[in-house]
């Protein structure tokens, strides 16, 4: 898969988040940041050209449902603030086209702590859903599909400390509320990769290992929408996929190209 940052649809978002009350002068005003991107993605064989939207927003989060909070619903103490990014992919087979969106809530907090990260893909040939939800140092999930040996079931995994959620990454390494790596740093952590590479692969959701690296020096690309200086990541996982971020390292820091994995 690579994506690459297009003309922007639409950023309703200016500001420079780089402090907790800058983040907040920059999201707290409801309006959200819409990203798109030209999308090459793997399937059947043969890489198909489509596109892809990120859209990130804020929203208020209950947590016992795990959904957004309608104001004035729920005591204070079970509501609190998330970054919410919703990850669309349109893309055609020769035939029939896919349509697949990954939401990931992300705790407003230090580390930003994953709150429930859904999916669901539609196609001809039928639709699937898939959910998992941390709570309690577990990690739950529950999942829908057409096809044959994975009609209905459930995860039921353990949520290891400083465990990385390959669908939380564009929000984490966007480095609001403090960076992930320093430059040149890189760390070794427990990975569970996407749910969309999962369904695709119809492979059962499971932790492995990954180390993730950023590059000592800040580069420039050139991509449709322009020139940027940016920060380039890697992430090396056990399986042996690869995944590359590179991150606008001006304000406010936007995802501007991502591949793999390979």
């Not at 055609?92 to 349509?99: C, E, L, N, Q």
């Not at 390494?173 to 040149?184: D, F, H, M, S, T």
């Not at 059962?204 to 180390?211: D, N, Q």
């Not at 322009?226 to 590179?246: C, H, I, N, Q, S």
Request: net charge neutral; with cysteine.
């Amino acid at each position: 898969m690579l994506k690459t940052l297009a003309p922007p649809l639409l950023l309703l978002c200016l500001a420079a988040p780089t402090t907790a009350q800058d983040f907040w002068a920059h999201w707290g005003d409801g309006k959200a940041e819409l990203n798109g991107y030209a999308l090459k993605q793997p399937r059947y064989g043969t890489v198909r050209t489509g596109s892809s939207v990120l859209i990130f927003v804020t929203e208020e989060f209950s947590d016992t449902l795990r959904v957004k909070a309608d104001p004035g619903k729920h005591p204070a103490s079970d509501v609190y603030p998330v970054m919410k990014l919703n990850a669309l992919r349109d893309f055609p087979t020769g035939i029939y086209d896919y349509s697949v969106m990954t939401s990931a809530f992300l705790r407003v907090a230090p580390g930003w702590p994953v709150a429930k990260v859904s999916f669901s893909s539609q196609e001809w040939c039928g639709h699937v859903w898939h959910q998992v939800v941390p709570r309690d140092g577990k990690l739950a999930g529950l999942f829908h599909s057409y096809f044959d040996g994975e009609a209905d079931g459930v995860d039921d995994l353990a949520f290891p400390k400083d465990g990385v959620f390959e669908d939380a990454l564009p929000v984490l390494l966007r480095g609001w509320n403090g960076v992930y790596l320093q430059p040149g740093e890189s760390r070794v952590v427990p990975f569970l990769p996407g749910l969309l590479w999962a369904r695709l692969h119809h492979t059962p959701l499971a932790w492995t290992k990954a180390t993730i690296a950023r590059a000592a020096d800040t580069r420039f690309v050139t991509v449709p929408a322009g020139r940027f200086e940016v920060t380039a990541y890697t992430v090396e996982a056990a399986d042996g996929r690869k995944l590359g971020f590179e991150i606008e390292s001006a304000s406010p820091h936007r995802l501007i190209r991502q591949t793999g994995p390979d």
